[in-house]
T-cell receptor, first 114, second 114 residues
Framework: SQKIEQNSEALNIQEGKTATLTCNYT??????LQWYRQDPGRGPVFLLL?????KEKRKERLKVTFDTTLKQSLFHITASQPADSATYLC?????????????FGKGTTLSVSS | GAVVSQHPSWVICKSGTSVKIECRSL??????MFWYRQFPKQSLMLMAT?????????EQGVEKDKFLINHASLTLSTLTVTSAHPEDSSFYIC??????????FGSGTRLTVV
């Protein structure tokens, strides 16, 4: 079956360090992957999207990579802050179509301590 | 940016009663909206795709007679949980949008059935 997996349930790091979260996919080739942030009791918020033909995408302190050989996307937060503490979700969609639902990984809960 | 408004934020109902959750796209039209359910410490699970002017498409294992979806206009989709039972207690989230600009999610509805 087509799977999207975030194997680390939790990640604890010190403020100022770089957080790296992993998303792996199996049995398919997604046209793009998306990353979302979810705070407790809230809906997810879109962060970044990376297409299969893009190696890297950046937005402020965030960076996403897409390695089609390893079937993996890495999500980095540089100079992490306690306010970055949240659950980060990786999601796939079938293509560039507004009518296609997202399928989410289980998420990684990041805790940044000061 | 695109905004999706979801109401109510939380609701407590008695077992056997029905609850309606509304999802509105405030500044854009959405021919398609998606409904997700999230249990504690788990990821979002797609329940159904709501299509304006036509029947919703339900995921395998989701009872369409229990979770009634109506998408009567381009800005409003509703999810009605009929004859709710304690096992229906969950966090329900809607979303719309998509493509390369990501999806916009509502703030979620916490349903507690007592």
């Amino acid at each position: 079956s087509q799977k999207i997996e975030q194997n680390s349930e939790a990640l604890n790091i010190q403020e100022g360090k770089t957080a790296t979260l992993t998303c792996n996919y199996t049995n398919y080739s997604p046209a793009y992957l998306q990353w979302y942030r979810q705070d407790p009791g809230r809906g997810p918020v879109f962060l970044l999207l990376i297409r299969e033909n893009e190696k890297e995408k950046r937005k402020e302190r965030l960076k996403v990579t897409f390695d089609t050989t390893l079937k993996q996307s890495l999500f980095h937060i540089t100079a992490s802050q306690p306010a970055d503490s949240a659950t980060y979700l990786c999601a796939r969609s079938g293509g560039n179509q507004a009518g296609t639902a997202l399928i989410f990984g289980k998420g990684t809960t990041l805790s940044v301590s000061s | 940016g695109a905004v999706v408004s979801q109401h109510p934020s939380w609701v407590i109902c008695k077992s056997g009663t029905s609850v309606k959750i509304e999802c509105r796209s405030l500044d854009f039209q959405a021919t398609t909206m998606f409904w997700y359910r999230q249990f504690p410490k788990q990821s979002l699970m797609l329940m159904a795709t709501s299509n304006e002017g036509s029947k919703a498409t339900y995921e395998q294992g989701v009872e369409k007679d229990k979770f009634l979806i109506n998408h009567a206009s381009l800005t409003l989709s509703t999810l009605t949980v009929t004859s709710a039972h304690p096992e229906d207690s969950s966090f329900y989230i809607c979303s719309a949008g998509g493509g390369f600009y990501g999806y916009t999610f509502g703030s979620g509805t916490r349903l507690t059935v007592v």
